[in-house]
């Protein structure tokens, strides 16, 4: 089960890596391009999986804090409602205004949350 859940832990870890580098890689841009989008669909259905197997394999190495686990799913719901919204609107040629960067920068916060908490 060690396995499975650092597998999971890699696919967050990549998720992680498309909304952020992403974000850096288009800044100049100002678009939200597809990679951030699916990264931050990617961190929601990763990190739930997380907390699952780690509920469900009662191993003292992977606690669930459920208060910061909460906090990083409502950090996680804005970056991905950033991302559809700034490539919505990227899709219909308008400017994509601060989403990009409220995807991002909620996205870093959230490398934050989990490194720091
Ligand atoms: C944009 C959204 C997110 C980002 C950027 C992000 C980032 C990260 C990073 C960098 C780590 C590794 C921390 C470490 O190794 O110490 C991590 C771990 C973790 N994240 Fe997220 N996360 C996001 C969303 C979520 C969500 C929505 C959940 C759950 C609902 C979640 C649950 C977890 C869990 C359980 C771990 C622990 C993995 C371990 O055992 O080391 N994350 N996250």
Redesign the pocket.
């Given at each position: 089960m060690d396995l499975v859940?650092n597998l999971i832990?890699a696919l967050?870890?990549l998720?992680?890596a498309a909304?952020?580098g992403g974000w850096i890689a288009v800044r100049s841009g100002r678009t939200v391009i597809a990679p951030i989008v699916w990264?931050?669909r990617a961190?929601?259905v990763?990190?739930?999986a997380?907390?699952g197997v780690?509920s469900a394999i009662n191993d003292p190495e992977?606690t669930?804090n459920h208060t910061k686990?909460a906090v990083?799913?409502v950090?996680?719901l804005v970056?991905?409602a950033a991302a559809e919204m700034g490539a919505a609107r990227g899709r219909k040629g308008k400017d994509t205004g601060s989403l990009l960067d409220v995807a991002g920068g909620?996205?870093?916060v959230?490398?934050l949350?989990?490194?720091v908490w």
């Open positions: 859940y832990v967050h870890l998720g992680m909304v952020v990264g931050a961190q929601i990763t990190g739930l997380l907390v780690a992977h669930v686990i990083k799913l950090i996680a970056v991905v909620a996205a870093v959230n490398v949350v989990a490194a």
